[in-house]
C-alpha cells in the first residue's frame, strides 16, 4: 500500500481505542517498525496525537475520538472494465469538461448524451460517474462499463 494508505488504515486501527505494539502495527501494515515511527510522526503533524506506552507491554493508543470514513468496499472487488474511460473521465473532471458518451441504457439501446462529470463514485462494487446529463436536464449517475465510447468536447 501507499503511504498515504498505510496513514490512514493506522489511524482507523488505533481509533478502536486498542493497544498496538510497534511490531504488531508493523506485521498488519507490511512495513518496518522504522516506517511506524514515521507515520505516527506523520500523523502527529497532522494534529492527532498518538499516546506512546514504553516498557515491554507498551504499544500506541490513540486517546482521542477520530471519525475515519469507513472503507465498504475492498479496491480489489471494484470492477473496472476499461482503464482509458476511467482516465478520459477523471480528466473531464479535472478540467471542468463536458463529454459526449454513447450510453448503453438498462434495455440495451445505446443513446449519445453529452454529460457534464462532478465525481466518479463507486456503484454496486463498479467505478460510475455523477454528471449533469443535458438529454435529461437532470444530474444522472452512469456505471462507466456501459459507456462505449468517451470523448473530451
Known sequence: MSKISNVLYMIELLSNGRKYSLNELSQILEVSPRMIRVYKDEIEKAGIYVDTIKGPYGGYVLNQNICMPKRFVPSKDIVLDDRNIFNVVSKAIKFNKKCSISYLSNNGDVSVRVISPY???????????????????????????????????
Open 119 to 153: 465525481e466518479l463514485l463507486v456503484l454496486n462494487k463498479q467505478w460510475g460517474v455523477a454528471a449533469y446529463c443535458e438529454l435529461r436536464n437532470e444530474v444522472r449517475h452512469f456505471y462507466l462499463n456501459r459507456i462505449k465510447t468517451i470523448k473530451i468536447i
